[in-house]
């Protein structure tokens, strides 16, 4: 049964009683609401008489963008990533999982409250050096469970590769760049029609589908990061596979410089990440993250001037080309 937003109390009662998870007998929902706007799947906080929770339902496309398609079963990819992650260290970090029900494609996990997503950060143009911290440490702790085994993902990472390091860099594209601020188009040309960077890409994202030995959580940007206070929360790990840390990692740095415009956090970044690391792979995904993000579909909430985006995507070039020393 698929839920959303419009679906009865009633409805939603009768599903979850009869995947175990509620006695409708002894509690009762008193409201259905979005905790914030998902992009791949439904995601709802349902509070009863008793407690709330937060409910998250895969579906054969993309929520936000219901005509790509994806698949449904990465909802226990998710599932499978909360299994794995059992050292003390990371469980203040991410939520409980309180049930799962693999043939309706949902999985329930604990309400973290009042928490926000780190994408404010855009606007604040800083990361405090006690967030990077703590975001590498939790980074770190994930890249340490060491599953006997794991999901390949590899429909899912087809995908998230295609968007990464495909699209964005069709000399043709149906999406305007103009839309969303006047001359990106004819300056995401200028990298699209850049065959020596175009290359360096594609080795990079022949790594991404080859199969790893670390344990990653696929989309380590602030869109999965919640903050309450002083703490941060991991979330959304459906993309998730056996990979490289560089990727993680290269992410992480990405956004850092975005939010900052300063390329200095990639050494804080490298000096502070506890494991060894491919520091021109890590610039490398650090540049392509950078890039498909400003001249990509999967736009940012970054309120940056033109200059300061053309700023970004030169330094995103030399990440990637190994020229930012």
Not at 159 to 181: A, R, T, Y
Not at 200 to 208: D, F, P, R, T
Not at 254 to 277: E, F, V, W
């Amino acid at each position: 049964m698929y839920l959303d937003a419009t679906t009865s109390i009633s409805d939603f009662e009768i599903c979850l009683h009869n995947i175990g998870f509620f006695d409708s007998k002894h509690e009762q929902i008193l409201t259905v609401e979005k905790p914030g706007e998902g992009n791949m799947n439904v995601v709802l906080r349902i509070r009863t008489n008793k407690r709330s929770f937060i409910i998250k339902q895969s579906r054969p496309f993309v929520q936000k963008y219901p005509q790509i398609i994806a698949p449904i079963e990465r909802i226990d990819v998710e599932y499978q990533f909360y299994k794995a992650v059992t050292n003390k260290a990371i469980a203040p970090h991410i939520p409980d999982v309180l049930t799962y029900n693999a043939d309706n494609y949902l999985l329930i996990l604990e309400d973290l409250g009042d928490c926000k997503d780190m994408s404010y950060l855009y606007d604040e143009r800083n990361i405090t050096t006690s967030q990077l911290h703590q975001l590498l440490d939790i980074a770190s702790q994930i890249h340490k469970s060491a599953p006997i085994e794991y999901p390949e993902n590899m429909e899912l990472r087809l995908l998230n590769h295609q968007h990464i390091f495909v699209l964005p860099f069709l000399k043709e594209s149906d999406f305007s760049l103009n839309g969303i601020q006047e001359g990106l188009q004819e300056l995401a040309l200028m990298y699209r029609t850049d065959e020596t960077l175009k290359k360096e890409i594609s080795k990079v994202g022949l790594q991404y589908l080859s199969q790893g030995n670390i344990l990653l959580h696929g989309d380590y940007y602030p869109g999965s990061w919640m903050t309450k206070g002083e703490h941060i929360y991991l979330i959304d790990p459906e993309f998730s596979f056996m990979g490289f840390a560089e990727f993680d990692i290269g992410v992480l740095a990405a956004h850092s410089i975005m939010i900052t415009m300063n390329i200095d956090c990639l050494q804080t970044i490298k000096s502070r990440y506890p494991g060894r690391l491919n520091e021109q792979l890590l610039a490398q995904v650090a540049g392509i993250e950078m890039m498909r993000r400003l001249i990509g579909l999967a736009q940012l909430p970054l309120k940056r001037s033109f200059h300061e985006k053309k700023l970004l995507l030169e330094m995103a070039r030399a990440l990637i080309l190994n020229k930012s020393n």
